[in-house]
């Protein structure tokens, strides 16, 4: 029997089950964050993180394309993503709309249309959403998404590129990895309390962008270390230790000109490391932990529920206010977040997969080098 050529071969893509279980943490900072634990739960550095997660998944999976792969899997690749970014989105604003709509009778149509676009967070920045029955706009929550379509028009097409020479996308990363920061440093320098008090570092694409570049050059690392001796060069345990003790240090120093400057590029560096680890070989119970079942199922839902969560911060303050702490705002906002999320999921996976098509590559390397030893 002839072997098929590794283009002709069912797509394996790399998959990690550690990453899912990563998004579920993070995403869980975020809904803390935004309940009556905001006090005690970064949920800053859980957007950071799904940043970095982002950056992360999507040049990983174009830089472990063969470079004889056909452009047509780029199409698809382009197409899916596409598709299960848009179509969640579409949703989420659809049922926002009606739901305030019913109880207020009126939506703000052109400010949803905004926040869904690449300009949504200057929008944030500038404008300001419109607050309506004193809850916060749903499109408010949408910033970090306008700076992931920047991701992918900047990286996509150079990843497909650079699957057969890695010089280009490294440079590449590498630039957007340090120049937001300079940038940020020369804001504060300049006149900290303009800045700072316009929210322009922590939401504008060009401020936090490197955030997903970290994640890009974490893609590259563990593409080559699934093709090379790299891997077992690498200790799991100390990058676990030392994203963990640069993740205290970016926590522990409340100073305002380093948390909107070097902070960022601290926690990135933290999460990037954090996020390698689990990809290299060895067994430590840190990485039974991060594929833990019901884990990566909260992991698999990070995206919905980071819309969702919003919607029930919504829901909960039209009804009862502002006060985190009451119960019945909680009693709202947990069930209305866990609900609506899985339900968008559940309501959306097959329409999306029929919609934009599998779009798997196949890998690199001929064993299944992504997943968990």
Same mark, same amino acid.
């Given at each position: 029997?002839?072997?098929?050529?590794?283009?002709?071969?069912?797509?394996?893509?790399?998959?990690?089950?550690?990453?899912?279980?990563?998004?579920?943490?993070?995403?869980?900072?975020? *809904? #803390?964050?935004?309940?009556?634990?905001?006090?005690?739960?970064?949920?800053?550095?859980?957007?950071?993180?799904?940043?970095?997660?982002?950056?992360?998944?999507?040049?990983?999976?174009?830089?472990?394309?063969?470079?004889?792969?056909?452009?047509?899997?780029?199409?698809?690749?382009?197409?899916?993503?596409?598709?299960?970014?848009?179509?969640?989105?579409?949703?989420?604003?659809?049922?926002?709309?009606?739901?305030?709509?019913?109880?207020?009778?009126?939506?703000?149509?052109?400010?949803?249309?905004?926040?869904?676009?690449?300009?949504?967070?200057?929008?944030?920045?500038?404008?300001?959403?419109?607050?309506?029955?004193?809850?916060?706009?749903?499109?408010?929550?949408?910033?970090?998404?306008?700076?992931?379509?920047?991701?992918?028009?900047?990286?996509?097409?150079?990843?497909?590129?650079?699957?057969?020479?890695?010089?280009?996308?490294?440079?590449?990363?590498?630039?957007?990895?340090?120049?937001?920061?300079?940038?940020?440093?020369?804001? #504060?320098?300049?006149?900290?309390?303009?800045?700072?008090?316009?929210?322009?570092?922590?939401?504008?694409?060009?401020?936090?962008?490197?955030?997903?570049? %970290?994640?890009? &050059?974490?893609?590259?690392?563990?593409?080559?270390?699934?093709?090379?001796?790299?891997?077992?060069?690498?200790?799991?345990?100390?990058?676990?230790?030392?994203?963990?003790?640069?993740?205290?240090?970016? #926590?522990?120093?409340?100073?305002?000109?380093?948390?909107?400057?070097?902070?960022?590029?601290?926690?990135?560096?933290?999460?990037?490391? &954090?996020?390698?680890?689990?990809?290299?070989?060895?067994?430590?119970?840190?990485?039974? &932990?991060?594929?833990?079942?019901?884990?990566?199922?909260?992991?698999?839902?990070?995206?919905? &529920?980071?819309?969702?969560?919003?919607?029930?911060?919504?829901?909960?303050?039209? %009804?009862?206010?502002?006060?985190?702490?009451?119960?019945?705002?909680?009693? *709202?906002?947990?069930?209305?977040?866990?609900?609506?999320?899985?339900?968008?999921?559940?309501?959306?996976?097959?329409?999306?997969?029929?919609?934009?098509?599998?779009?798997?590559?196949?890998?690199?390397?001929?064993?299944?080098?992504?997943?968990?030893?």
């Amino acid at each position: 029997m002839v072997e098929p050529r590794i283009e002709d071969r069912d797509p394996q893509p790399l998959y990690f089950a550690a990453l899912d279980g990563w998004r579920g943490l993070f995403v869980l900072l975020i *809904v #803390l964050g935004h309940s009556r634990l905001s006090s005690f739960v970064p949920g800053g550095l859980g957007v950071t993180a799904l940043m970095v997660a982002s950056g992360f998944t999507v040049t990983i999976s174009l830089l472990s394309v063969p470079s004889t792969v056909e452009a047509r899997y780029l199409q698809q690749y382009v197409r899916r993503r596409l598709v299960r970014l848009i179509l969640p989105l579409v949703l989420y604003l659809s049922i926002s709309a009606i739901f305030l709509w019913m109880v207020e009778g009126r939506a703000n149509f052109g400010e949803f249309l905004i926040g869904a676009g690449p300009t949504g967070n200057y929008y944030k920045i500038f404008v300001g959403y419109e607050r309506i029955g004193g809850a916060p706009s749903p499109a408010h929550v949408l910033w970090p998404l306008s700076i992931l379509e920047l991701w992918y028009l900047l990286v996509i097409p150079l990843a497909w590129l650079s699957r057969s020479a890695r010089g280009p996308a490294l440079i590449l990363l590498t630039a957007l990895c340090v120049v937001p920061l300079l940038a940020r440093v020369a804001l #504060l320098m300049s006149d900290s309390e303009k800045w700072l008090e316009l929210d322009y570092i922590y939401a504008a694409s060009e401020m936090r962008i490197d955030s997903f570049a %970290w994640g890009g &050059l974490v893609a590259i690392a563990v593409s080559h270390s699934t093709s090379s001796m790299l891997g077992t060069k690498v200790s799991a345990r100390w990058l676990v230790l030392v994203g963990f003790a640069l993740m205290v240090v970016s #926590l522990a120093i409340r100073r305002p000109e380093f948390r909107e400057s070097i902070r960022y590029t601290t926690q990135s560096i933290s999460l990037a490391l &954090l996020m390698y680890a689990p990809t290299l070989p060895g067994s430590h119970w840190w990485k039974s &932990l991060l594929a833990w079942s019901s884990l990566v199922k909260v992991g698999k839902l990070a995206y919905p &529920l980071f819309l969702y969560h919003w919607f029930a911060v919504v829901v909960a303050t039209v %009804w009862f206010g502002t006060g985190r702490g009451n119960l019945a705002w909680q009693l *709202v906002y947990w069930p209305t977040a866990a609900a609506m999320a899985a339900a968008s999921h559940f309501l959306l996976s097959g329409i999306a997969g029929r919609l934009g098509g599998e779009a798997k590559f196949p890998c690199r390397s001929s064993v299944d080098a992504g997943r968990l030893p």
